[in-house]
């Protein structure tokens, strides 16, 4: 196992890689370029600079999170072998500066989902929160709106304004897109891009739909085990594998964590695993915990157990933490809870591993 750390880079993040390396235990950092549109290819020269940055401070970049994919590849559009194209070309760059494993998600239009991003705990942190019957009762614009005034400018990933620009036009090119047109357009990018990573020992991993369940009348289709079955068999690689987010999944009572740590892990096909907990409340509601079992709804020992039991060698992250210690910044993504996170996970790592 090798804990690492998200970075969002040196303008877009307040936490300096300096930071990140004193976090004992953490070595690696997951990176990413955000100042490429989606569906380009990622410049060579921007993805040696990103990764000198990275070794220059005493850590390693060997996981990519993400490279987002354009909607006209979800929606199956003839302009997608383009986007395909150069999906393919990043690939290879890539590889060729020794990045192992690439996070992406297929979710139409957004990318994770809240409703409020200041929800107050009872000991004074705040953490995100999703309610259900609010998503189902705002619009996108609204939500954007909410968004954008309340992360005073930073943009959240997945909720680039550009691309958002023209939302009404977005949805309406999704027209006729439900979950087995889009399941299938997954599985074409997967066949064009799986020998890539082949060649040059790259793994996909697929991020669960978060909150896994389909919202303003978008289908998602990564959502439960029988959609990652579906999704490992439709391109049966090794290189095709699953970013096991608990935090993600876990948002789904009827969804049981643990089998599905055992059984996708134990088949070897989870280069990435973001491991945090929630606390789900009344029907369609949960917020972001911290990471401990005791604070959450998710056992987070036997979450680790079974990774450790299948013989998980693949990179963790702490996923989303709270924002304590009066820290502000980018929600989901400060610096304190998710250290807490880290180590907290790297105790229950040597514990199990080291327990009889
Ligand atoms: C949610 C987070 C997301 C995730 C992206 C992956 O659980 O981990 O921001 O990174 O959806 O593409
Ligand atoms: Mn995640």
């Not at 550009?162 to 997967?190: I, P, Q, S």
């Not at 079955?229 to 049981?256: E, Q, Y």
Request: hydrophobic letters at 40%.
């Amino acid at each position: 196992m090798r804990m690492s750390f998200r970075w969002f880079g040196a303008q877009d993040d307040p936490i300096p890689l300096q930071h990140i390396r004193q976090i004992p235990g953490v070595r690696d950092v997951v990176g990413a370029l955000y100042d490429v549109p989606v569906g380009e290819a990622w410049p060579e020269d921007k993805i040696g600079a990103l990764k000198k940055q990275v070794e220059d401070a005493g850590l390693a970049l060997e996981v990519i999170e993400s490279v987002n994919i354009h909607d006209d590849i979800k929606i199956g559009l003839p302009s997608r072998d383009r986007y395909i194209d150069n999906y393919r070309e990043t690939i290879r760059r890539l590889g060729a500066v020794g990045i192992s494993v690439i996070c992406y998600n297929f979710m139409p239009v957004f990318d994770w989902l809240r409703t409020e991003l200041w929800y107050e705990l009872p000991d004074g942190s705040k953490t995100m929160q999703y309610d259900r019957s609010v998503s189902e009762a705002i619009t996108p614009e609204g939500l954007l709106a909410q968004y954008e005034s309340e992360t005073s400018g930073l943009v959240l990933p997945g909720w680039e304004p550009e691309r958002l620009a023209d939302l009404r036009t977005l949805f309406t090119k999704y027209d006729g897109v439900d979950a087995t047109v889009l399941r299938e357009n997954l599985k074409y990018f997967l066949e064009a891009i799986i020998p890539v990573c082949e060649e040059v020992g790259i793994s996909m991993a697929i991020h669960p739909d978060d909150p896994p369940h389909p919202l303003f009348g978008l289908p998602r289709v990564v959502s439960n085990r029988d959609d990652l079955r579906w999704i490992l068999d439709a391109v049966d690689s090794p290189n095709n594998g699953l970013t096991l987010c608990t935090g993600s999944l876990g948002a789904n009572p009827d969804n049981s964590v643990v089998d599905i740590v055992r059984e996708f892990a134990g088949e070897g096909r989870v280069p990435f695993a973001h491991i945090r907990n929630i606390r789900w409340q009344d029907e369609g509601r949960f917020y972001e915990s911290a990471h401990l079992s005791s604070e959450g709804s998710l056992d987070l020992y036997d979450i680790v157990k079974t990774f450790h039991d299948a013989g998980f060698d693949g990179f963790i992250r702490p996923d989303h933490g709270r924002m304590i210690w009066g820290e502000t910044g980018r929600p989901g993504y400060g610096l304190y809870d998710r250290a807490l996170g880290a180590s907290y996970l790297q105790g229950l790592w040597e514990a199990v591993s080291k327990g009889r």
